[in-house]
């Protein structure tokens, strides 16, 4: 069963580079089947794709964070990692990551599953 | 960008009601690619429908969607105790994005 766990700083102070790792296990991150994502959740509020990336490098974001937002693949350790630059107190939320389905035309797909999340809070 | 609005904001029930959850798009989704998940307090969101209409695996039958274009329906046929969440739609597919819906939170009445 795939399961994935987030992990990183639960306190970043405004400015600063926020990095998050997802790390992977009872599947392979290299499958060609599939994305991994991040979404976020302000406390209280909804959903918030941030980006994904596929096995192959190929990378989507969401156009309102593309400029602050880098994704990599670690295939060594199963993982992959978030970094979001300039950070501010609106960056504050909980982080998921997750696996979406994909197709030969690198479409990206619904998420399943998805980590438990991670809280991180930007605050000097 | 596809914008998702979700209605109504929170619905109020009783265990054993029916409920009927709305998702309309900015835009013509393709092949009707939307998905809907549910969210329980404390926990991540979970995978209910995909393709509108196909349920995820171990996703009860009282679980069931509907919908094309840029209008898309959740029914819950009965409310179980463990039903009252919050629920999402999302667009997938093509990019620029994939977006999420505001929520709709059901609750009990």
């Known amino acids: 069963q795939l399961q994935l766990q987030e992990s990183g700083p639960g306190l970043v102070k405004p400015s600063e580079t926020l990095p998050l790792t997802c790390t992977v296990s009872?599947?392979?991150?290299?499958?060609?089947?599939?994305?991994w994502g991040w979404i976020r959740q302000p406390p209280g509020k909804g959903l918030e794709w941030i980006g994904s990336i596929h096995s192959s490098g190929s990378l989507n974001h969401s156009p309102s964070l593309k400029s602050r937002v880098t994704m990599s693949l670690d295939t060594s350790k199963n993982s992959f990692s978030l970094r979001l630059t300039s950070v501010t107190a609106a960056d504050s939320a909980v982080y998921y990551c997750?696996?979406?389905?994909?197709?030969?035309?690198?479409?990206?797909?619904?998420?399943?599953?998805w980590g438990l999340g991670t809280l991180v809070t930007v605050s000097s | 960008e596809i914008v998702l609005t979700q209605s109504p904001g929170t619905l109020s029930l009783s265990p054993g009601e029916g409920a009927t959850l709305s998702c309309r798009a900015s835009?013509?989704?393709?092949?009707?690619?939307l998905a809907w998940y549910q969210q329980k307090p404390g926990q991540a969101p979970r995978l209910l429908l995909y393709g509108a209409s196909s349920r995820a695996t171990g996703i009860p039958d009282r679980f069931s969607g509907s919908g094309s274009g840029t209008h898309f329906t959740l029914t819950i046929s009965r409310l179980e105790p463990e039903d009252f969440a919050v629920y999402y739609c999302q667009h997938y597919g093509d990019s620029p994005g994939l977006t999420f819906g505001g929520g709709t939170k059901v609750e009990i009445k």
């Open positions: 997750a696996r979406a389905q994909s197709d030969t035309k690198l479409r990206q797909y619904w998420f399943d599953p």
């Open positions: 835009q013509s989704l393709f092949s009707s690619f």
């Open positions: 009872g599947g392979s991150i290299t499958s060609s089947d599939y994305y």
